[in-house]
């Protein structure tokens, strides 16, 4: 690394401190020694990864990097480029013009998420269990949580741009500021399309009456402002607009890519067209049923509830999908963190779904299976049986108490 580089990845370390003090969590001299030695040792972990260079690395992300170089920057942007969406490309376009390397670039970008995503964790945990110790411990938790630190530092992916805008989105509109909720929603969305397989627990928080219809209508406004630049460069509106559903055909044909999904059970399928059909279906249906829950109980609905239902619809939608790659359960990986920190009674969803999505981490990044992925998959049933087991005591819990404030 150079010496740039360092020095934005200490302020990106110094940014997650702060956005600690701003939540009151370092209210004593042990709570801010301990932060800082666990920072370094996150921040000097994820620098020592920066100089590691992923296939997708190689063949994607430096091209595309390259091409916006000689390009113009972002007046490259009229012209399409790679399978990344307008957000993402942006972020690359800005690289362009920096005399910084762009794997240094891509990963720092990564790792400042990385930030945001333990703060928001941080956050959900503070919803629920209003504990300064539990939140500092979620925070870094998630910092140090192995696929975390692989995405972002070592493989130079953007999961946790998304989740983390997807998990900050859930906090605000449980901490009832709904406007900001939908615009971290339509960010998350915007940088990939994987915001989906949260994106029905914002139907939950229409059945709370945390968001109002209304405010569903910021959702297709603020993409609009979010790729408008690109609009305005010379790219086709329309095009732009429904850029996800002319890169449908780029995930593949295939049922399964390293995924810990239903698929890496029945891999022996002849014809795949079908299968995929039957789990799309059955996608929808899970999601139809989990709502049907969420609206019966929709009065007893707590904090503790909530996250359960996102870490189910996390980890169950792209479990039954077709077509899903290794890393499409990052959302679960941290959500399953944060209800392990909200009911420590299932504190065992958590090393489940990592044991899952390490096995597909390791697929690619070793280029070998450590174990078969139907393992991974037996790990996420389990995983899914604790969140459930999270959601109905949450709502038995409630029952009780509000049966006990009546009586």
Wanted: proline share 4%; aromatic share 14%; with cysteine.
């Amino acid at each position: 690394m150079d010496t740039i580089s360092i020095i934005l990845l200490a302020l990106e370390a110094g940014f997650g401190l702060f956005l600690l003090w701003r939540a009151g969590l370092l209210t004593s001299r042990r709570a801010w020694i301990l932060s800082l030695l666990l920072s370094a040792a996150a921040f000097a972990l994820r620098g020592m990864a920066f100089d590691y260079e992923t296939l997708d690395y190689q063949n994607f992300l430096h091209p595309w990097c390259e091409f916006f170089r000689r390009s113009g920057g972002f007046k490259a942007l009229a012209t399409p480029v790679g399978n990344y969406n307008i957000p993402y490309l942006y972020f690359l376009a800005l690289f362009s013009y920096l005399p910084i390397r762009d794997l240094y670039l891509i990963k720092l970008l990564s790792v400042l998420f990385d930030v945001l995503l333990g703060w928001s964790c941080a956050m959900l945990t503070g919803r629920v269990t209003g504990s300064r110790t539990r939140q500092l411990a979620c925070y870094f938790t998630v910092l140090f949580l192995p696929t975390v630190f692989l995405n972002g530092a070592v493989w130079g992916q953007c999961d946790g741009v998304y989740v983390a805008l997807a998990v900050l989105g859930i906090w605000l509109a449980m901490d009832e500021r709904p406007v900001w909720s939908m615009i971290c929603l339509t960010l998350s969305f915007g940088f990939k399309l994987q915001a989906v397989f949260v994106m029905p627990l914002w139907a939950v928080f229409l059945m709370q009456g945390k968001i109002r219809w209304k405010h569903l209508l910021l959702f297709p406004a603020a993409y609009v402002l979010l790729v408008l630049p690109a609009v305005l460069l010379g790219r086709p509106f329309l095009d732009t607009v429904t850029l996800y559903f002319s890169q449908t055909g780029s995930i593949g044909s295939g049922l399964n890519y390293n995924s810990p999904s239903i698929f890496a059970v029945f891999w022996q399928i002849s014809d795949p067209e079908p299968a995929s059909t039957v789990a799309i279906a059955a996608a929808f249906v899970y999601v139809v049923n989990l709502l049907a829950v969420a609206w019966v109980n929709r009065r007893r609905l707590t904090d503790r509830a909530v996250i359960a239902l996102a870490l189910l619809f996390a980890i169950g939608i792209p479990f039954l999908l077709p077509h899903m790659h290794d890393r499409y359960f990052y959302a679960a990986d941290v959500l399953s963190v944060a209800l392990a920190f909200a009911l420590p009674v299932l504190w065992l969803a958590a090393p489940l779904t990592q044991f899952a999505s390490l096995l597909g981490y390791h697929a690619y990044l070793k280029m070998r299976y450590l174990l078969p992925m139907r393992y991974g998959s037996a790990a996420l049933i389990l995983s899914m049986a604790l969140a459930l087991i999270g959601l109905l005591s949450s709502l038995a819990e409630e029952k009780t108490t509000k049966r006990k404030k009546r009586s």
